[in-house]
């Protein structure tokens, strides 16, 4: 009688034992490694923000960032790929270390979904079912810019300060190299030229997305160019509030001396700066769009699953892209924009 109990302790304590693992196992989420350039860039703030939310209760979350420099990233990655993340999720340093960087992630069959700086085109084509790129368009978001700019032109000839009938700006652009760097500056001025708005180019140099860097070249442009700017177009918010931070120093922004300036992003402080006169508008990058499609693909990937339009509920063009489009923001419709940060960020 006494065996037979144990016997029936043992079974009941083995079965609870077995059922507390299945369980545990059922639990396990999957690993997913997440690099940024940067940690000082308010834009990916929010789409690491975005992430975290997708990722509650689905995946664990291994998030770092490399201080702006590939040798930093190169060994991050490394560490992840050894580690087995299931998934790797990469913001590069440099575009040009995409190719390298899957090589090394084939050897571990872990996937890998870029997003915000595009990896170049023949380096996703080799590895078709292993890579992946999420962002936007960056041309949309330069004719969004120049189309802010023509409207204004055209509907504020006292714009034109000198009456030369050209427009004279300056361009303040992000990371040399990067695609929207290069894009929103070609098709911004692109669209005022088409548009029968000639331009001259003033000052055109790199602030790295940066707003005390953008501060302190607008500066000292407003000291060597004093009268001939009339445009300030910036590759991004932070640098166009650089910008005004600079031009309200030296008496703009006052009475009624202005300056149209532009910016890409749709940042909270774009927005307050749009309700407060001093930026004419933006393109909205949508971090949270962007953030969730880059999720649900390296999640899906994470389960051993294709990814696929139904699956991830975002469209994938040739077969490796998803790519959400900007939306234009200015005073006349900033407050909707403004109200989707009060309800979450
Ligand atoms: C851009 C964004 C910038 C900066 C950059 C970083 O898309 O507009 O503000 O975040 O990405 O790569």
């Known amino acids: 009688m006494k065996k037979r109990y144990i016997a029936f302790i043992l079974a009941i304590s083995a079965l609870a034992f077995f059922s507390l693992q299945v369980k545990q ?52 990655i490394d560490t992840l790929l050894k580690d087995k993340v299931s998934v790797l999720m990469l913001n590069p340093v440099d575009r040009s270390a995409a190719g390298s960087t899957l090589e090394k992630a084939i050897k571990y069959h872990i996937p890998v979904v870029f997003f915000n700086k595009e990896p170049y085109a023949e380096d996703l084509k080799r590895y078709p079912s292993l890579a992946y790129y999420v962002g936007a368009d960056a041309r949309e978001s ?22 030369d009938g050209i427009l004279a700006y300056v361009m303040l652009r992000g990371q040399p190299g ?18 029968g708005i000639p331009t001259k180019k003033i000052e055109d140099a790199s602030a790295n997305w940066q707003r005390e860097e953008a501060q302190a070249l607008m ?39 202005y300056m149209p300036v532009v910016g890409v992003d749709g940042t909270l402080p774009a927005l307050r700066a749009i309700e407060d006169g001093t930026l004419l508008g933006t393109a909205k990058n949508d971090y949270r769009e962007q953030g969730k499609a880059a999720f649900n693909l390296a999640y899906i990937l994470s389960q051993g699953i294709t990814p696929t339009e139904e699956n991830i509920g975002f469209t994938i063009f040739d077969k490796q ?4 489009p900007y939306t234009q923001i200015d005073r006349s419709n900033f407050r909707i924009y403004l109200g989707e940060y009060a309800s979450s960020n």
């Not at 703030?45 to 291994?62: I, P």
């Not at 060597?224 to 030296?250: C, F, P, R, W, Y």
């Not at 892209?321 to 959400?324: D, E, L, Q, S």
């Open 25 to 76: 196992r059922a639990q396990k989420l999957p690993h997913i490694g997440v690099v940024f350039y940067s940690s000082e860039d308010l834009y990916l703030d929010y789409v690491k923000s975005t992430f975290k939310k997708c990722a509650q209760g689905k995946a664990d979350l291994d998030i770092l960032y490399s201080k702006d420099q590939q040798l930093v990233q190169n060994e991050q």
């Open 178 to 195: 990067h695609q929207d760097t290069e894009l929103r500056s070609q098709y911004s001025i692109q669209y005022l030229n088409d548009h």
């Open 321 to 324: 892209y998803v790519h959400i």
């Open 219 to 257: 500066t000292s442009f407003i000291n060597t160019n004093s009268d001939q700017i009339e445009v300030v177009i910036a590759n991004n918010d932070e640098m166009a509030l650089g910008a005004i931070e600079a031009l309200k120093t030296n008496g703009y922004f006052r009475e009624d001396k």
């Open 142 to 163: 330069g004719i969004i810019e120049g189309k802010i700019v023509a409207d204004y032109w055209k509907a504020h000839p006292e714009a034109d300060t000198n009456g």
